[in-house]
């Protein structure tokens, strides 16, 4: 098959922004030939990567690998206007002059995030005669109103309306819509009701598996041996904003500040950080660690220093219906997890066996399951990592995933080649 990718992001790009390349190398070492139409690099710092310079459109790569990328406005800040020059940059220009990229594909596969991705795809795919499979990776507008891009007001109200428009068009012009929280398939079939539900798979993201691997591998290599009585490190990677609802975490570590073999490592940076930082000054925690924004190459080998990772999302009725982008990452990285959240998230931690589960918002709690796992010993520790690597090979692998994507073209009635 050959199939067509859609993204504003891609390689080397980090975090979710990684994801089409991902998906991009797994669909050719399954046999099929990619071309890419993407951006310019700038995710997740707004700025442009070192070795690109902006121009009108480039291409690179040859078959079965061919990326083509088109100008954008490049930005990722906390200002509205700034994110919306973004999306709509890249929307606009691989409209334009992204065409040529698409073409010829059987099928295009979009990574649906931002909604402004909705223009190039409805035009290049010729409103659905080339089948779409649209993954979704956020609800529009709900993404743009959490964010704080629509405040109340009656034209963010008809921005709204529209969005919510353009949305509904895209998912009835596309032969599969792939969604990775489960509630999220409920959701999309309520508010658009002419489409087919078997038209509607749950297919969740993967890993970078080439650096996200078991940490008993790489604690081998770094010469590392976990042993009882050596203390308990709990480690948090990630954005620490709003959203991630830290305080909970640093409550809990001064509910803990007796226990003095549990230590607790929060590694990255986001707008909340200086003020958690002021909490722990002003509790005087002595057991808390602040080591800011590394390399994502280097997040493994602090993850190998762990004991236990932390996942955490505020209490949200939004943020139920999503599955942070971290946990496949700490499930094939064979770590046992605490995690404070709830929803599709904390459904599918449960079901890997990896991780103590705990709702946002109650520390007490959240400090209870830490000290728990710290008492459940090095062994036990283990042996939910190993719970949480099979549960990812068999539900949340790259390969995984980009076969369900393909055997849903297939059953569309996409032909393969």
Do not use: C
């Not at 499979?133 to 309306?161: A, K």
């Not at 390969?399 to 059953?411: E, K, M």
């Amino acid at each position: 098959m050959k199939i067509g990718m859609l993204s504003q992001w891609y390689d080397p790009e980090s975090g979710p922004a990684a994801l089409p390349g991902i998906y991009a190398r797994e669909f050719i070492k399954q046999g099929h030939e990619v071309s890419v139409l993407t951006g310019f690099p700038n995710y997740p710092d707004g700025r442009l990567y070192s070795g690109y310079s902006i121009r009108p459109r480039s291409h690179q790569g040859r078959v079965p690998l061919r990326v083509t990328r088109v100008a954008l406005y490049p930005n990722h800040s906390r200002s509205a206007a700034g994110r919306l020059a973004n999306y709509a940059s890249f929307g606009l220009t691989a409209t334009l002059l992204g065409g040529r990229a698409l073409r010829g594909a059987d099928a295009i596969w979009v990574y649906n995030s931002p909604v402004t991705v909705s223009a190039p795809l409805l035009v290049h795919s010729r409103m659905g005669r080339i089948p779409i499979f649209l993954h979704v990776q956020d609800l529009w507008p709900d993404s743009l109103i959490e964010s704080g891009m629509l405040r109340e007001g009656r034209t963010s109200r008809q921005i709204g309306s529209l969005v919510s428009a353009l949305v509904r068009l895209t998912e009835r012009s596309s032969a599969v819509i792939g969604v990775i929280s489960k509630s999220v398939r409920r959701i999309l079939l309520e508010r658009n009701p002419i489409i087919d539900p078997w038209r509607v798979v749950y297919v969740p993201n993967p890993t970078n598996e080439e650096l996200f691997r078991p940490v008993g591998e790489i604690r081998t290599e770094m010469g590392i041996v976990k042993r009882d009585g050596d203390g308990v490190e709990v480690m948090y990677a990630g954005a620490i904003g709003d959203v991630q609802g830290l305080d909970d975490l640093i409550d809990a570590a001064q509910i803990l500040r007796s226990r003095s073999e549990i230590r607790f490592t929060l590694v990255g940076d986001g707008i909340n950080r200086d003020r958690l930082e002021a909490r722990v000054k002003k509790f005087q925690l002595t057991n808390v660690e602040f080591v800011g924004r590394v390399p994502q190459r280097d997040i493994p080998q602090l993850m190998a220093r762990a004991d236990i990772q932390l996942v955490s999302l505020a209490s949200n009725p939004f943020l139920a219906h999503t599955t942070p982008s971290k946990i496949p990452s700490l499930l094939a990285s064979e770590v046992p997890i605490v995690a404070q959240l709830v929803g599709d998230g904390a459904q599918l931690l449960r079901e890997s066996g990896a991780a103590l589960v705990v709702s946002p918002g109650e520390p007490e709690a959240l400090a209870g399951a830490i000290g728990s796992l710290a008492d459940a010993g090095a062994s036990r520790r283990a042996e939910m990592g190993r719970a949480g690597r099979r549960f990812y090979e068999s539900e949340l692998s790259a390969s995984s995933a980009a076969r369900r994507i393909t055997d849903a073209l297939v059953s569309a009635g996409v032909a393969t080649r």
